[in-house]
C-alpha cells in the first residue's frame, strides 16, 4: 500500500486537462530533435528508439484529445480539435505503415505537426460549433472522413519528400535526410500506394455521406460537399493518369498538392469560415 500513493497521483497529475497535450508535444519534439540529429550527422537513426519515442507521444496526444473530444453534449469536433485528431489519425497510420515499408523519414515532418496541433487544441479558443451527438452512421461518415483527410495528408508529404529528393539528386548534393531515403523510384511508388488508399477512403467518406446525411447539399455543407467531390476527382485523374499514361515525378506531385489543397479548403475552410467568421 505504500507505493500506491505516490502511483494514484502520478495518474492523476497525467489525467489533469493540461498534462497529456504537454507530454505530447515534448516527447514529439524529442523524437523530432533525435531524428534529426541523427540525420543531420548522416546516421541512421535507431528505429526501435524513434518508434518507442513516437508511440508515447502519441498515446498522450490521445490521452488529451479524449478529454477534450468527449463532452456531456456529444463530440466537440472544433477546428482545432479537428486538426489535433487528423494529425494523430495521421502519426498513427505512419507508425503503422512503418512496419512494414520504409517510411520513417515522414515522421520528421509529421511529429512537429502532431505536437503544434496538440498545443492548439489545448491553448486555442473553440470555434462556436455545437457539440456532435449523432447516431452511428454519422459518426461512421466523420471517422472516414478523417480516416481519409490522414491518408492524403500522408501522401501530400510524401509528395514533398519526393520533390525534394528529386531536387537534391538532379543538383548532385543530397543532404543527410535525403541520403537515407529509398530510392527513387521506391519513394514514388509508396506515393500512389498512399494515394489509392486515400482516394478509396475518401470515396467511403463521401458514399457513406450521401447514405446517412438528410441533404449532403445544405447551405452549410454545400462548399464542403462541392470542393471534396472536386478533390474526388481531381486524384481519382492522377490516378487514372498513373495507370493509362505513366504519370510520374512533377506532374503527379503537382496533382497531389492540387487535390490535398482542395480537400483542405473542403474541410478547414468550411470550419474557419463557420466557426470563427460567421459564428454558426
Known sequence: MPHSRPFGLVLYGFMHPLLP????AC???GA??????RLARREVPDRRLLALLAILALLAHAVGLYNQLLTPNGLNLDFFNAASLIAAAVIALTLLACARIPVENLLLLLLPLGALTALLAQFMPSGTIQPINEEPGILA???????????????MFQSLLLLLQDHQLKHKHPSGLIRNFPPLQTMESLLFGFLWAGWGLLSLSLLSGWLFLEDLFAQHLAHKTLLAC???LVFGVLLWGRHQLGWRGHKAIRWTLAGFCLLMLAYFGSKLVREFILHI
Open 141 to 155: 461518415h466523420i471517422l472516414l472522413s478523417i480516416l481519409a483527410y490522414g491518408m492524403l495528408t500522408i501522401a
Open 27 to 29: 516527447l514529439y519534439a
Open 32 to 37: 523530432t530533435a533525435y531524428q534529426g540529429l
Open 21 to 24: 497535450s504537454l507530454a505530447a
Open 230 to 232: 472536386v478533390a474526388w
